[in-house]
């Protein structure tokens, strides 16, 4: 039995005009994520795994396709409809220190989607930072702080809480852990776990490590040139890559050499 | 070819130092990785080694070229590429004139002679139509080709001591597997000495025959790579090693409730955390 999907995208096109040039980012993607699982993007730069994450988020127009979301179609959603549709379907950017007002303290940036979407009265909005706050383990002390106060594993989390305010049921994370040092990215995507089997939230993850795509997601969609060129479950697909594109990803990955010595 | 004795770094402030009492040698014509995360001090070890240590930062200890007959020259002597090729490249001039101009300066070629020489590195550097390139501006170039270019202008004026300080970070790995390769050939074919920045344990052993560790500024362990990584003396490398994510880690949905190993910074253990199950 198929699950129903959460989101469906189906026959996706963009084209972006470049330095004069059309580029075709997208050239007719189709994919499904089912509820409370994690679908992987892996491919190289200018494979169009962001641009497709742009489009599922609604920050880019595509020029063809459909995108369904909870059954509706997202497209053809106007101004208000879509913003009513915004706090199931957020987005965690790679870099933590770009992604906030620098001046916003973490109580502000907290409170700030709770506050546009109207999720709770503004006496509520305190509390609700500091729950968020113990939600993806840091501690409450840090609520006044800036971000630029804060470590990039800090401001990472700190932006997932973001995401999660709105009690989303899809989050595209893109890129969440690359910018991080490698000993805090284990705890980063224990944490996205953790909140995965708690919220049954499911994610988009864009990632071109194959390493990150290996620890956290249960399917992988590879892209090349705008199109998707294998799909299938990650244990399957990196044990028999079949596309050229998988391939070389999962020779890219660098390699423990214990040499003699 | 390189010694380093008992070198602290301060910049200004209070805080604690950015480097303190790290020694290191480096032979000639061996590859040395420096390994550490942000605030280990190996950008600052990388700078002060290039002589290109902000002016207002108080240095102890030494850093000496015992190998070279006078002090060295960078750019000449020691050829330098960065994370950012943008810091390494000038936007405003053509990359032929910025790869040449380092051969004029530092070896004294005319610039016909140096500009043949630049496109022989190019085309080295697998820059296609290197020849048409010179003529072309770095934002004309993607960013794994910036960085080759850049290398190309390290490698100009026939450095003995390469220094590159994560120069792969910024790309993705397909991108930087492509350097990395490019990058052994090159230390290879020059018997060029190389300090190779990174946070990578695994380029790290890929590229290098020895390895320093480095955290929050002090020098944890060196010595060669294959003792180093088999056999660790410092808990911070034992842990770097443990929890290595790889093509071999499985833990989210495939395996349910499973989590990656995390490190205890407060004394560099392993543990594995329970999973959180849904409160309130």
Same mark, same amino acid.
């Given at each position: 039995?198929?699950?129903?999907?959460?989101?469906?995208?189906?026959?996706?096109?963009?084209?972006?005009?470049?330095?004069?040039?059309?580029?075709?980012?997208? *050239?007719?993607?189709?994919?499904?994520?089912?509820?409370?699982?994690?679908?992987?993007?892996?491919?190289?730069?200018?494979?169009?795994?962001?641009?497709?994450?742009?489009?599922?988020?609604?920050?880019?127009?595509?020029?063809?396709?459909?995108?369904?979301?909870?059954?509706?179609?997202?497209?053809?959603?106007?101004?208000?409809?879509?913003?009513?549709?915004?706090?199931?379907?957020?987005?965690?950017?790679?870099?933590?220190?770009?992604?906030?007002?620098?001046?916003?303290?973490?109580?502000?940036?907290?409170?700030?989607?709770?506050?546009?979407?109207?999720?709770?009265?503004?006496?509520?909005?305190?509390?609700?930072?500091?729950?968020?706050?113990?939600?993806?383990?840091?501690?409450?002390?840090?609520?006044?702080?800036?971000?630029?106060?804060?470590?990039?594993?800090?401001?990472?989390?700190?932006?997932?809480?973001?995401?999660?305010?709105?009690?989303?049921?899809?989050?595209?994370?893109?890129?969440?852990?690359?910018?991080?040092?490698?000993?805090?990215?284990?705890?980063?995507?224990?944490?996205?776990?953790?909140?995965?089997?708690?919220?049954?939230?499911?994610?988009?993850?864009?990632?071109?490590?194959?390493?990150?795509?290996?620890?956290?997601?249960?399917?992988?969609?590879?892209?090349?040139?705008?199109?998707?060129?294998?799909?299938?479950?990650?244990?399957?697909?990196?044990?028999?890559?079949?596309?050229?594109?998988?391939?070389?990803?999962?020779?890219?990955?660098?390699?423990?050499?214990?040499?003699?010595? | 070819?390189?010694?380093?004795?008992?070198?602290?770094?301060?910049?200004?402030?209070?805080?604690?130092?950015?480097?303190?009492?790290?020694?290191?040698?480096?032979?000639?014509?061996?590859?040395?990785?420096?390994?550490?995360?942000?605030?280990?001090?190996?950008?600052?070890?990388?700078?002060?080694?290039?002589?290109?240590?902000?002016?207002?930062?108080?240095?102890?200890?030494?850093?000496?070229?015992?190998?070279?007959?006078?002090?060295?020259?960078?750019?000449?002597?020691?050829?330098?590429?960065?994370?950012?090729?943008?810091?390494?490249?000038?936007?405003?001039?053509?990359?032929?004139?910025?790869?040449?101009?380092?051969?004029?300066?530092?070896?004294?070629?005319?610039?016909?002679?140096?500009?043949?020489?630049?496109?022989?590195?190019?085309?080295?550097?697998?820059?296609?139509?290197?020849?048409?390139?010179?003529?072309?501006?770095?934002?004309?170039?993607?960013?794994?080709?910036?960085?080759?270019?850049?290398?190309?202008?390290?490698?100009?004026?026939?450095?003995?001591?390469?220094?590159?300080?994560?120069?792969?970070?910024?790309? *993705?790995?397909?991108?930087?597997?492509?350097?990395?390769?490019?990058?052994?050939?090159?230390?290879?074919?020059?018997?060029?000495?190389?300090?190779?920045?990174?946070?990578?344990?695994?380029?790290?052993?890929?590229?290098?025959?020895?390895? #320093?560790?480095?955290?929050?500024?002090?020098?944890?362990?060196?010595?060669?790579?294959?003792?180093?990584?088999?056999?660790? #003396?410092?808990?911070?490398?034992?842990?770097?090693?443990?929890?290595?994510?790889?093509? *071999?880690?499985?833990?989210?949905?495939?395996?349910?409730?499973?989590?990656?190993?995390?490190? *205890?910074?407060?004394?560099?253990?392993?543990?594995?955390?329970?999973?959180?199950?849904?409160?309130?």
């Amino acid at each position: 039995m198929v699950e129903p999907a959460l989101l469906e995208v189906a026959g996706l096109h963009k084209r972006f005009r470049r330095a004069g040039q059309d580029v075709t980012a997208l *050239d007719g993607v189709d994919l499904r994520i089912a509820p409370g699982t994690t679908l992987a993007l892996a491919g190289a730069s200018g494979s169009g795994k962001s641009t497709l994450a742009r489009c599922v988020v609604r920050l880019v127009a595509p020029d063809a396709g459909t995108i369904r979301f909870a059954g509706v179609d997202l497209l053809g959603l106007g101004e208000a409809a879509l913003r009513a549709m915004r706090p199931q379907l957020q987005m965690v950017f790679q870099d933590p220190s770009t992604a906030f007002n620098p001046r916003a303290t973490v109580a502000r940036i907290l409170a700030d989607p709770l506050r546009v979407h109207g999720l709770a009265p503004r006496a509520q909005w305190r509390a609700r930072a500091l729950a968020l706050l113990d939600m993806v383990r840091l501690p409450g002390t840090l609520i006044d702080r800036q971000p630029h106060e804060l470590s990039g594993g800090q401001r990472q989390r700190v932006a997932i809480a973001r995401a999660l305010a709105t009690g989303p049921r899809l989050v595209v994370l893109d890129e969440p852990v690359s910018a991080l040092d490698v000993s805090v990215r284990a705890a980063v995507l224990n944490l996205l776990l953790d909140l995965q089997e708690q919220t049954g939230v499911a994610y988009l993850l864009i990632a071109h490590d194959l390493a990150v795509v290996r620890a956290v997601a249960g399917t992988v969609a590879v892209m090349e040139a705008g199109r998707i060129v294998e799909h299938g479950a990650v244990d399957e697909v990196f044990a028999r890559p079949q596309a050229t594109a998988t391939r070389g990803l999962l020779a890219a990955v660098p390699r423990l050499v214990l040499r003699e010595g | 070819m390189l010694a380093v004795r008992g070198l602290g770094v301060a910049y200004g402030g209070a805080g604690p130092p950015a480097l303190a009492d790290v020694s290191l040698d480096l032979a000639a014509g061996r590859r040395l990785a420096v390994l550490g995360e942000s605030g280990s001090g190996k950008s600052t070890l990388a700078l002060a080694i290039c002589g290109l240590l902000a002016a207002g930062a108080r240095v102890s200890g030494t850093v000496a070229f015992p190998g070279l007959a006078a002090a060295p020259v960078l750019g000449r002597d020691i050829g330098v590429v960065f994370q950012d090729p943008g810091g390494s490249l000038n936007p405003v001039l053509t990359i032929g004139e910025q790869i040449a101009e380092v051969a004029v300066v530092h070896r004294g070629l005319g610039w016909r002679a140096a500009a043949a020489q630049a496109a022989r590195l190019l085309d080295r550097m697998r820059i296609v139509g290197a020849q048409a390139a010179l003529r072309r501006h770095p934002h004309e170039f993607s960013g794994g080709q910036r960085q080759r270019i850049a290398l190309a202008a390290a490698l100009a004026a026939d450095p003995v001591l390469l220094v590159a300080d994560e120069p792969t970070s910024a790309l *993705d790995t397909v991108v930087q597997h492509e350097m990395v390769e490019l990058l052994d050939g090159l230390v290879r074919e020059r018997g060029l000495t190389l300090l190779f920045v990174t946070h990578d344990i695994a380029l790290a052993s890929m590229l290098a025959d020895e390895v #320093a560790v480095l955290f929050g500024g002090r020098l944890m362990e060196a010595g060669p790579v294959g003792r180093v990584f088999r056999h660790p #003396a410092h808990a911070y490398t034992r842990a770097l090693l443990a929890t290595r994510l790889n093509l *071999d880690t499985t833990v989210g949905e495939t395996t349910l409730g499973a989590r990656l190993p995390e490190i *205890d910074p407060a004394d560099f253990s392993v543990f594995v955390p329970a999973r959180r199950v849904p409160h309130g």
